[in-house]
């Protein structure tokens, strides 16, 4: 089994930074793709960024030019810096993989890590 960790999250002021980060562990032969999304309170999980193992990197438009996501291959992990936050930020984030293990392919998450961005 797989499993992902994220930690990072909290409480910042609007314009803040903040940077959480995620490791994968477990029965693991290649990652495809780690990456992020939010569910803020009353609405549906979104997508926020992911990247490849080749180094491809997708982003959400309400966070490009704000957010980076660096990831580490060899450490199986997964970060996501958050610059100029802003109050629509705050969200429950969470940490996605998609996984090869030898007996298939399978998507992971995380437990999620809460971000509040307010004064």
């Known amino acids: 089994q797989v499993q992902l960790v994220e930690s990072g999250g909290g409480l910042v002021q609007p314009g803040g930074s903040l940077r959480l980060s995620c490791a994968a562990s477990?029965?693991?032969?290649?990652?495809?793709?780690m990456g992020w999304f939010r569910q803020a309170p009353g609405k549906q999980r979104e997508f926020v960024a992911n990247?490849?193992?080749?180094?491809?990197?997708n982003y959400t438009d309400s966070v490009k030019g704000r957010f980076t996501i660096p990831r580490d291959n060899a450490k199986k992990t997964v970060d996501l810096q958050m610059n100029s936050l802003k109050p629509e930020d705050t969200a429950v984030y969470y940490c996605?993989?998609?996984?090869?293990?030898?007996?298939?392919?399978?998507?992971?998450w995380g437990q999620g890590t809460q971000v509040t961005v307010s004064s």
């Open positions: 996605n993989a998609d996984v090869w293990s030898w007996s298939g392919r399978n998507d992971y």
């Open positions: 477990g029965r693991i032969v290649s990652i495809a793709t």
């Open positions: 990247v490849t193992s080749g180094g491809t990197i």
